[in-house]
């Protein structure tokens, strides 16, 4: 399971929250399982998305690219008599697993699992005092790294855009004015600088530093394009009447899903780089009327569910359009000074 800081913020993501698949029944209903079918599940996790479409008699190809996520998946690889192959790699390399005829369905679960959360050595969240890490990978560059070496100018970009964060441009200089005397080490170092630029006040329901550890995550890990990157790989690969289900927990991640279906429904569209173009035939029919979030009853019993948003189309047998990243108005990050690890 993914389970991201969420839309609304919110303060989930410090304690340990038992292993649940959101919007389970509404993937499953989405994604339409059944034996001789071959369904990809591009975040395998813990394997609950993974384990249930099992169960419903698919064959599965399930990637991630956290070393730990593949150890922990290899006793429900050699309990699935073959059905299951499980592969360490990014999410956006899923057309190079892809079957010769194509795939019948496509799941992924976006944002940071709930066993990268809980494991305070993985960095990710404040709540417990850690390394300042957050590589879904466990290699490159990390939160530390970013957060010692960028530019001021390059810190507020991240923690403005990826964050949303209002006090980017103070919380950068206070950074930058800490760094200078020591190094930042730990979660709990950054969180409790963050405080205090940014004191907590009694109405706030979530922490300050959330939004930060949130956008330096995403940028860590690279996760929107991975995301554009996977979608347009998903595309590639699925047969035609295949299904890509996307389940998202941040308006970051939804706005690129929302974006990439509504330009593949073959209506005329544009960017605000490019004109107006003609309608092309479109490659995705939209499962349902749009996006899909989590009942009240779901929401109350996994509060990481709240701001899980689901939304899922149909392959066309038209062909694969080209992948063009400006259709998602995303800022070129990329542009940023290079930071060593």
Known sequence: MAANFGEGFSDADGGPVRHIPVLLSE?????????GKVILDGTFGAGGYTSAILGKGA???????????????????????????????????????????????????????????????????FQRNGPLDMRMAVSGVSAADVVNRAKVSDLIRIFGFLGEEKHAGRIARAIEKRRALEPFQTTRELANLIETVNPRKAKDKIHPATRVFQALRIYVNDELGELAQALFAAERSLKPGGRLVVVTFHSLEDRIVKKFFSERSGKASGSRHL????????TFEPVGKG??????????????????????????????ERADMSIFDLPDLATLEKIGG
Do not use: C, Y
């Open 27 to 35: 993937v499953l209903q989405s994604l339409d399982p059944e034996p």
């Open 59 to 125: 064959d599965v190809i399930a990637l991630d690219r956290d070393p730990n996520a593949i150890a922990g998946g290899k006793e429900l690889v050699e309990s699935s008599g073959g059905r299951l192959v499980l592969h360490h790699t990014e999410f956006s390399n899923l057309a190079e697993f892809a079957p010769e005829g194509g795939l019948d369905g496509v799941v992924l679960d976006i944002g940071v699992s709930s066993m990268q959360i809980d494991e305070a050595e993985r960095g990710f969240s």
């Open 291 to 320: 996006m899909v979030a989590a009942s009240e009853e779901e929401a109350e019993m996994n509060p990481r569910a709240r701001s899980a948003k689901l939304r899922a189309g149909i392959r066309t047998s038209a062909p694969a």
């Open 275 to 282: 004109p107006m173009v003609e309608a092309r035939p479109a």
